[in-house]
């Protein structure tokens, strides 16, 4: 059963940067490779909200309007990582950011991923 962990969060001002990490344990990378992994955040008092996402081989990747050409999804296969580079942030991207993986094809349907993270918070704000 694999095991994600989050890191990176923390509190930027509107206009920067953060990257964020999801290290995956418990599985060799030849299987890791084989997952579809995603980022999704939720702010309180919302659902659950699907960011981005990036396909076993790393050639496909899927960002939400939301952040699309701000957000950068990618993976280190070999490293057992898959990263969320975060630039020009805004007040609205505060929220917990959950990594995700799940075989076969991506999925923005957070239903369909079957293991999580515990999350990293990320607060933008002055």
């Known amino acids: 059963q694999v095991q994600l962990v989050e890191s990176g969060g923390g509190l930027v001002q509107p206009g920067g940067s953060l990257r964020l990490s999801c290290a995956a344990s418990?599985?060799?990378?030849?299987?890791?490779?084989?997952?579809?992994m995603a980022w999704f955040r939720q702010a309180p008092g919302k659902e659950r909200e699907f960011v981005a996402a990036?396909?076993?081989?790393?050639?496909?990747?899927y960002t939400s309007d939301s952040v699309k050409g701000r957000f950068t999804i990618s993976r280190d296969n070999g490293a057992n990582t898959v990263y969320l580079q975060m630039n020009t942030l805004k007040p609205e991207d505060t929220a917990v950011y959950h990594c995700?993986?799940?075989?076969?094809?991506?999925?923005?349907?957070?239903?369909?991923?079957?293991?999580w993270g515990q999350g990293t918070q990320v607060t933008v704000s002055e």
């Open positions: 418990g599985v060799s990378s030849r299987t890791f490779s084989t997952y579809t």
């Open positions: 990036i396909s076993w081989t790393g050639r496909n990747t």
């Open positions: 995700a993986a799940k075989t076969d094809s991506s999925s923005r349907d957070f239903k369909d991923y079957a293991a």
